[in-house]
T-cell receptor, first 114, second 112 residues
Framework: DARVTQTPRHKVTEMGQEVTMRCQPI?????VFWYRQTMMQGLELLAY????????DSGMPKDRFSAEMPDATLATLKIQPSEPRDSAVYFC????????????FGNGTRLTVT | DAKTTQPTSMDCAEGRAANLPCNHS???????VYWYRQIHSQGPQYIIH???NNETNEMASLIITEDRKSSTLILPHATLRDTAVYYC?????????????FGKGTRLSVIA
């Protein structure tokens, strides 16, 4: 089965360090979403891209977070500098077509900032 | 904000049908009902979706009321591996792929 691949699966870092999370969407999917999950807030949309162009990043703290798609097979989410409140599980999802087509999620990157 | 209301938790005996309700009284005519589940430490998993008609696949059945204001996800023979948080999501059908907005979902516990 085709699947969304996220790396790393786990990341522990110290406050102030830069963190980069990567996502390989399913081949042929043209829309990529980044979500964050915490116990308090649940699953929140951070940003999404269509055909590699950012469509909405209103859910993302602009001062420290950035999301890019260098090419159709790679999406990145970067935090610089990281803070303890960024500790969460970050999920990537990809899809193709309209709202009648489901999104498929990766298994996430669990980030711990100490 | 999520546009659905689900019970916080439910129990189901192994081997029995699990019926998970969802209210979406403000749904619009062009919005789909989607169901996902999340097993601990994994990403959300797509289960099924529908617009107006009832749907069935290898995982589950989706029953949507005629007025579309509520739906029920049915797992016909629940197993212990079906223990998860189940999310009912109303998704806008604009052109192109639109985001899923997750609520708190229903925590289903399948009991042996």
């Amino acid at each position: 089965d085709a699947r969304v691949t996220q790396t790393p699966r786990h990341k522990v870092t110290e406050m102030g360090q830069e963190v980069t999370m990567r996502c390989q969407p399913i081949l042929g999917h043209n829309t990529v979403f980044w979500y964050r999950q915490t116990m308090m807030q649940g699953l929140e949309l951070l940003a999404y891209f269509r055909n590699r162009a950012p469509l909405d990043d209103s859910g993302m703290p602009k001062d420290r977070f950035s999301a890019e798609m260098p090419d159709a097979t790679l999406a990145t989410l970067k935090i610089q500098p990281s803070e303890p409140r960024d500790s969460a599980v970050y999920f990537c999802a990809s899809g193709f077509g309209g709202a009648s087509s489901p999104l498929h999620f990766g298994n996430g990157t669990r980030l711990t900032v100490t | 904000d999520a546009k659905t209301t689900q019970p916080t938790s439910m129990d189901c005996a192994e081997g029995r049908a699990a019926n998970l309700p969802c209210n979406h009284s403000t749904i619009s005519g062009n919005e789909y009902v989607y169901w996902y589940r999340q097993i601990h430490s994994q990403g959300p998993q797509y289960i099924i979706h529908g617009l107006k008609n009832n749907e069935t696949n290898e995982m589950a059945s989706l029953i949507i009321t005629e007025d579309r204001k509520s739906s029920t996800l049915i797992l016909p023979h629940a197993t212990l591996r079906d223990t998860a948080v189940y999310y009912c999501i109303v998704r806008v059908a604009n052109s192109g792929n639109t985001p899923l907005v997750f609520g708190k979902g229903t925590r289903l516990s399948v009991i042996a």
